[in-house]
C-alpha cells in the first residue's frame, strides 16, 4: 500500500528521483516525521482547520464521525471499517484518506513520466514506512525497475527477517539504512525494537558487497550524544565496505500529522537541531575515514 509519491526531488540518492512512499513499519519511533506510514492500513487524517462542516462525511460513515458543539467532528477511527467509503466524501479537503493500494505496472506508470528526469544518476527511490516489510509485489517492482536499468534506492530500517531483505539482494543500487541506536535498551524504549536485528541485518547486507549507505537521524533526548553517536560509528567502522555515513538533524515537520491522526505526539518539547550541532559528529566519523553528509 502506497500513501505518496513524491517527484523531482533532490534527496535520498543522486539526481533528481521519485520517491515512493509505503504503508507500514514494525517500528514506532516517537519522533517519526510519517506517522500515518506507521499502520499497514490506511488511515484518517482529519484537520479541523480547514473543516467547513458540511457534515458529508458523517452521513457516510454516522457510526463513527459525528458534528460536535465546536463546530467540528468526533472521529472514532476504531469504528471505521472501510475507509475507502471517505476518500472523496469531503469537499473541503479537511478529512483526507491516506493509503491506496496501486498495482506494479501502476506504479511504474508513474515512475515512466519521470523518465525524462532522470538523465544518468537519477532514479527512483523506495521509502516508507518500511518497504522491505511489504509483499511480493516489492520484489516485483524491484525486477521491472531493473530489468529498465531505473536505478533504484531503499531507505531500511532493516527491521525485518533477513529472508525479507535477502531477496532485494541486486535489485537494489544503494540501501539507505537508518541506524538509530547500538544501545538494545534505548531501542526497545523508544523505538519497540530489537537493535541486534538491525546490526545483525546490516552486517549480512554487507557482506555481500553491495552498496550501503548509513542514515543516523540524530535525536535530542535520544541518541544526541557524543558517546552514543560515537558507539554508533564505531560499530559501523568493524564493518567492511561501508564507507559514507549520514547525519539527520531532528525536525519537527511531522509534528501537525499527529494532531491530525489523532496520535500525541510525545518529542514535541524537543528543539530542532542546527547543522552546527552535528559538527563534531562529522568530525569523529571523518576521524574514522567516513565520507560525510548532513540530510538525506
Known sequence: M?????????????G????????????????CSNPESQSFGQSVLY???????????????????????????EIKRELITDPE???????????????????VDELLAEVEKDLPFYREDGGVTLS??????????????LQRLRQRSINTNMETSLHVKWALVERTIGLVNTFLVDLKHTD????????????????????KLAYFGVNVVVRVPVIPGFNNSESEIQSMVDFVS??????????????????????????????????????EELLPYIQYAESQGFKTKIGG
Open 128 to 141: 516508507g514506512g518500511e518497504p522491505l516489510a511489504q509483499g511480493k509485489e516489492l520484489v516485483l517492482l
Open 238 to 275: 568493524t564493518i567492511k565496505g561501508i564507507n559514507e555515513i549520514h547525519f539527520l538533524p531532528y525536525h519537527t515537520f511531522g509534528v501537525e500529522k499527529y494532531r491530525m491522526l489523532g496520535m500525541d505526539y510525545l518529542f514535541d518539547s524537543k528543539a530542532q537541531l542546527g547543522e
Open 16 to 31: 533528481i528521483r521519485t520517491l515512493i512512499f509505503y504503508k507500514g513499519c514494525p517500528l514506532q519511533c516517537q519522533w
Open 184 to 203: 538494545p535498551v534505548k531501542f526497545r524504549q523508544y523505538i519497540n525494537g530489537n537493535a541486534h536485528l538491525v546490526m545483525e541485518n546490516l552486517e
Open 85 to 103: 467509503k471517505l476518500r472523496d466524501v469531503c469537499a473541503s479537503k479537511a478529512l483526507t484518506i491516506s493509503g491506496e493500494s496501486l498495482r
Open 47 to 73: 484537520d479541523s482547520k480547514s473543516c467547513k462542516n458540511f457534515g458529508d462525511c458523517a452521513l457516510t460513515v454516522p457510526e463513527a464521525i459525528s458534528q460536535n458543539s465546536n463546530n467540528g467532528l
Open 2 to 14: 502506497i500513501f505518496n509519491i513524491q517527484r523531482y526531488s533532490t534527496h535520498d540518492g543522486d
